[in-house]
């Protein structure tokens, strides 16, 4: 969408009435499928709530919406990862992305049998069910790439907006949006205003977010150019191999808890306090992240009154230091050693250079580690000179998500990022004996 005339900052481009938008409270409230659509939301999530009647509306084509519904992605028109083959999901394997769209994938597969099989089980008797869950996955694909979070009697709630809806992303937009009432209906509306004086000819544009490009790609559909946002190269980085479950509990932390089970209790810990990361013992790090790296202010707020760990480097710099440590030579107990030691990491924020640089480079070797994995090759790359290939698109997008997850393992595992975040100098020379000694 491009501008047909100049406009001046702040000018209202376009409202769009909120009556005309599709969100979960329209959902719930419908006189057919409402209730089923309301245990989707409960089961499922207010996500299966929209994407339910989104399909339902799809299926019926005298749907009060259908002008609008036209407009959205289909199997046909669109590349999203929910309609890739699994031979296409495996490109991502080694990235974060992959856990990620496998997620997504798993979750739209729960809410389209829910659904199927209650909101929508008309819907089945007349279509069948193939074209039902079509019609979900479709749905979901809208919702994924296209809704926006807005509020509604204080709470945020999902939505599709037409017209708004059809904004591409910027790290520079050119309008911003916001709730307005129309002056002379005194309707409740989205208003889409300039932002700064903008000439005829300007693609009108929003910004989508500072998203990890994993966001962008599996939601969204796309992956913005090369660190145009720095805070979207990005990975999830695991200290610890996956699937131990003392490290995923969501019980409560405590001081018993700690001297038993130190990392268990770190895991609840940053849970509880809400980390970037959705996975305890999992950190997400990014370009920016490493770009204003201290290791000194990681310190300090972790010796803070408040007790808070501001971000996932402050957490994955606590857990390397639990994870690091050592004998300390007292003749004491392992578990009674490594319960002081937690206590002290926990009070201070840690234990001394030694623990330190035994932290840091447990996270280059991490580092390092999930490097390694990405520069594998994926199956699903090597089948694509077979009869069956891949698609291009496919291709290309998993490519920019391994480039994109890649520069932040490298200033990982190459850099003096790691020695910054243990305030350790020299580490670049430390970091190289400990690969030679290896």
Same mark, same amino acid.
């Given at each position: ?308 760990? %501001? #971000? @996932?480097?402050? &957490? ?7 994870? =690091? /440590? ?6 004491? *107990? ?79 595992? %190459? #850099? @003096?990022?790691? &020695? ?7 580490? =670049? /020379? ?6 030679? *000694?290896?």
């Amino acid at each position: 969408m491009y501008l047909t005339e100049a406009v001046c900052d702040g000018a209202l481009l376009f409202a769009v009435p909120m009556d005309a938008a599709i969100t979960m409270q329209l959902a719930i409230s419908s006189p057919t499928i409402g209730g089923g659509l309301a245990t989707a939301w409960q089961e499922c999530g207010e996500r299966a709530a929209v994407a339910g009647l989104v399909a339902h509306a799809q299926l019926h084509t005298s749907s009060q919406f259908q002008p609008y519904l036209a407009t959205l992605p289909s199997r046909a028109s669109d590349s999203h990862m929910l309609w890739w083959e699994e031979d296409e999901v495996e490109l991502l394997a080694g990235t974060s992305a992959h856990d990620e769209c496998q997620s997504l994938r798993v979750e739209v597969d729960a809410a389209a049998r829910l659904l199927s099989q209650g909101a929508l089980a008309d819907d089945v008797k007349a279509y069948g069910e193939e074209m039902v869950l079509e019609a979900v996955r479709a749905a979901y694909v809208s919702v994924f790439s296209r809704s926006f979070r807005i509020d509604s009697d204080g709470h945020e709630v999902i939505a599709l907006i037409p017209i708004l809806d059809s904004l591409q992303h910027s790290a520079t937009p050119t309008v911003e949006y916001y709730f307005g009432e129309h002056l002379e209906t005194g309707t409740i509306c989205i208003e889409a205003h300039a932002i700064g004086d903008q000439p005829a000819g300007t693609e009108v544009t929003i910004s989508y977010g500072e998203h990890p490009d994993m966001i962008f790609g599996c939601h969204y559909g796309f992956v913005p150019p090369a660190m145009e946002q720095r805070a979207s190269c990005y990975t999830r980085l695991r200290l610890l191999e996956a699937g131990n479950a003392s490290l995923e509990s969501e019980d409560e932390w405590s001081q018993a808890r700690l001297r038993a089970e130190p990392l268990g209790a770190l895991a609840a810990y940053l849970g509880a306090l809400g980390t970037a990361s959705a996975y305890p013992l999992l950190f997400g790090v990014s370009i920016e992240d490493l770009d204003t790296l201290s290791g000194t202010e990681i310190d300090d707020r972790l010796r803070g009154d408040n007790e808070k760990v %501001e #971000s @996932d480097l402050e &957490g994955l710099a606590m857990c390397a230091r639990l994870c =690091a /440590l050592s004998d300390d030579g007292s003749g004491e *107990s392992d578990a009674t050693q490594s319960a002081a030691a937690a206590l002290d990491v926990f009070r201070l924020g840690n234990l001394g250079p030694h623990n330190d640089l035994d932290a840091a480079i447990l996270v280059a070797s991490a580092a390092a580690s999930q490097l390694s994995m990405l520069n594998e090759k994926p199956v699903a790359e090597a089948k694509a000179v077979q009869p069956v290939a891949v698609r291009p698109e496919c291709m290309a997008m998993a490519s920019a998500l391994r480039r994109s997850e890649a520069m932040v393992l490298c200033r990982l595992c %190459e #850099s @003096d990022d790691v &020695g910054s975040m243990f305030g350790i100098a020299g580490w =670049a /020379l430390a970091w190289k004996a400990n690969l030679n *000694s290896a």
